[in-house]
């Protein structure tokens, strides 16, 4: 067994009704809490849950940007900060971690900030986060990154480090009841497909295997109940497993690829994704953790016959779109395939690919 680390700075709280427990872990001490929140009436909740502090609101819409970081820290730099609470899906748990590490640095990011030195970022932030996700997907409540859009430079950039950690997560999966079919949709295959890619990562452990490998199939049968109106419990878990999995042994191509398209397009991250992942395991479908996956699949989803046509056919029976659906041009595909074995979560997947596999993956999904 080779070496390995287990990085899991955040304390959790998990299960229904623990979201009504945010104030517990608000620091003492002078300053507002800010809460970042989207338009949901889980974000109204944690207002509520929140109305005895002295509570400044900043509402989110789309995908954290440099301009709408910016925007942000603008209106919140006039008051001192003791605490972000981060309210709604991985845009706005993403969108509260950079805006408390920028808030502690006083300084809003630019378009360089993937020129942040490491030491800054490994420092622990001066003002906490706390992260309450109404969303089973990214796993953003215990992961070190950020995503943020930098609309100068066309892409989507990492900020990544322990200062973006979040100090307290508090996933409760009633939360996450009412939420469009689309978003629970396109959430929990971004869930699912971070289960299946962290096992079959490079940089997997036996912390990552414990995590991720009960959780392939615990997804792929818990998505179509959600989507039918049953509980969250099983979804919120998967997407928390998949959050500390990926935070200790990385993704793979699909991911890869997935942060390529999306900075270049407006797609959704987890029907990217979702789309991705089938194409992507076609490319390497005899390496032992892969045929794995297989099993699993096979077993998980209805019908008889190959598991990636069966997966293929399930998620258009589910409903998600595909790249046309998005606006993803074909010609854009040889340059998008060209830069995607260099994205970070495509170096730790389970096998490298070179542009050409990429062009597979993109006309599949197209």
């Not at 970081?69 to 899906?89: M, Q, S």
């Not at 942040?116 to 089973?136: F, N």
């Not at 993704?251 to 390529?260: D, Q, V």
Request: aromatic share 4%.
């Amino acid at each position: 067994m080779s070496s390995f680390g287990i990085n899991s700075p955040t304390r959790i709280r998990f299960g229904a009704g623990v979201g009504q427990e945010i104030a517990t872990g608000l620091p003492g001490g002078p300053g507002r809490v800010l809460l970042v929140r989207g338009a949901s009436a889980a974000a109204d909740a944690a207002a509520r849950w929140l109305k005895d502090q002295d509570l400044f609101e900043v509402r989110v819409s789309g995908e954290p940007s440099v301009p709408n970081l910016a925007e942000a820290f603008a209106a919140a730099r006039g008051t001192p900060i003791r605490a972000v609470v981060a309210c709604g899906g991985g845009s706005v748990m993403d969108t509260g971690k950079a805006l408390a590490f920028a808030l502690s640095q006083g300084a809003p990011l630019d378009d360089n900030f993937d020129r942040i030195p490491a030491g800054t970022l490994a420092r622990p932030p001066d003002i906490p986060c706390i992260a309450v996700p109404t969303t089973a997907g990214t796993g953003a409540e215990v992961t070190a990154n950020a995503v943020i859009d930098i609309p100068t430079r066309g892409a989507k950039v990492s900020l990544r480090g322990t200062a973006i950690t979040p100090t307290h997560a508090f996933v409760d999966p009633d939360l996450m009841a009412g939420a469009p079919r689309q978003v629970v949709l396109q959430s929990g295959l971004d869930a699912i497909c971070q289960v299946i890619e962290a096992y079959t990562s490079r940089h997997a452990s036996p912390f990552t295997d414990a995590l991720s490998h009960p959780a392939i199939a615990r997804g792929l049968r818990a998505l179509p109940a959600v989507l039918d109106g049953g509980p969250f419990d099983e979804m919120a878990w998967v997407s928390l497993a998949s959050g500390l999995a990926l935070a200790n042994g990385g993704l793979g191509a699909a991911h890869g690829l997935a942060s390529i398209v999306g900075g270049r397009f407006d797609a959704p991250h987890g029907g990217l994704c979702g789309r991705f992942l089938g194409p992507t395991l076609r490319e390497t479908p005899d390496l032992p953790r892969v045929r794995e996956v297989l099993e699993i699949m096979d077993e998980a989803l209805p019908g008889r016959g190959d598991p990636l046509d069966r997966f293929d056919a399930w998620i258009d029976d589910l409903g998600l779109g595909r790249l046309a659906d998005w606006g993803v041009a074909p010609d854009a595909h040889g340059d998008m395939a060209a830069l995607a074995p260099d994205t970070s979560s495509s170096r730790k997947g389970a096998a490298p690919l070179d542009p050409a596999a990429y062009i597979r993956v993109l006309r599949a999904a197209q």
